[in-house]
């Protein structure tokens, strides 16, 4: 009898370590001002929030259809993630099909400026975040992919880090897909607005040791190609980054096993410049 109950004992205290060491999954309600709605996120945050210390935090972007919950109902590892790292993961929503830009052509779509100032104003004044660059990298897959590269580039001041999974990293061949012309407007009408909004066009504004850059995509994957060339650029311009092409396709097993590869490469940049923040 009395080994049963040391043995229940034994259970119920790892059982309860297990709860309390586990990180807890806020969502929540932010106001944009700039397109005069509330839209929701994922906020992941670590085991050992409570203690006081500040975090890096990691924006996780979702692909084209999807929303804020996709991440954290589809891969529930990432909360794991987020205890292995004592990082923050901030899932916020990008829209049915956004592509997380300021449209040019849609005054009332404007997920760069609510992403790049509102959102992250809000994480910064509400939990206990790292306030600097070296301390804040975003990352998606696919439309999410294309979004975290687009918004990093573009503001060098605030992220420091950034991935793409899979990712439509050059908008041109696809001018028929994703209603990518309902953001940017028809391709005969506005070429401009395709070249400017591609990433792979943007390569030559990323400042020199400036942006830690990590992106991959499966092989089978329709997006295999631009990334395959978007990596070529970046090799002529000398721009470091960390690219690989691993077999697999434009898939949730296929995302669910790069998010690890991207958390561990933000974990060593964080790691690196933790003397800065």
């Not at 996780?60 to 794991?80: E, R």
């Not at 404007?110 to 509400?126: N, P, Q």
């Not at 990596?231 to 096993?257: A, C, F, Q, V």
Request: with cysteine; net charge positive; charged share 20%.
């Amino acid at each position: 009898m009395r080994s049963l109950l040391r043995l229940f004992f034994v259970l119920f205290f790892i059982y309860s370590s297990a709860i309390s060491m586990a990180s807890s999954v806020d969502t929540i309600k932010t106001y944009s001002t700039c397109m005069r709605k509330e839209i929701k996120a994922v906020v992941i945050k670590p085991d050992g929030y409570k203690k006081g210390k500040k975090f890096p935090v990691t924006y996780l972007l979702h692909g084209f259809s999807g929303n804020y919950s996709d991440w954290v109902k589809k891969v529930p590892a990432i909360q794991s993630l987020v205890d292995q790292y004592k990082v923050i993961i901030v899932c916020p929503d990008g829209d049915y099909s956004s592509w997380y830009l300021d449209s040019p052509v849609d005054s009332t779509d404007k997920y760069e400026t609510y992403i790049g100032k509102e959102l992250i104003s809000f994480v910064d004044s509400h939990y206990k975040t790292i306030k600097n660059p070296t301390g804040r990298a975003i990352t998606g897959l696919s439309m999410g992919g294309h979004g975290a590269l687009y918004l990093a580039i573009r503001h060098q001041d605030i992220f420091g880090a950034a991935g793409s999974m899979s990712g439509c990293v050059d908008l041109r061949p696809f001018k028929e897909n994703w209603n990518i012309s309902d953001r940017i407007g028809p391709f005969a009408k506005y070429p401009n607005n395709w070249e400017s909004s591609s990433v792979i066009n943007m390569a030559s504004l990323i400042k020199p040791n400036t942006l830690a850059l990590i992106f991959d995509c499966g092989t089978s994957d329709f997006f295999n190609g631009v990334n395959e060339d978007f990596h070529k650029k970046l090799m002529t311009l000398n721009i470091p980054h960390d690219y690989s092409s691993r077999p697999g396709g434009h898939t949730w097993e296929y995302w669910s096993n790069s998010i690890q590869y991207h958390m561990l490469f933000f974990s060593n940049y964080f790691k690196a410049h933790a003397n800065i923040n």
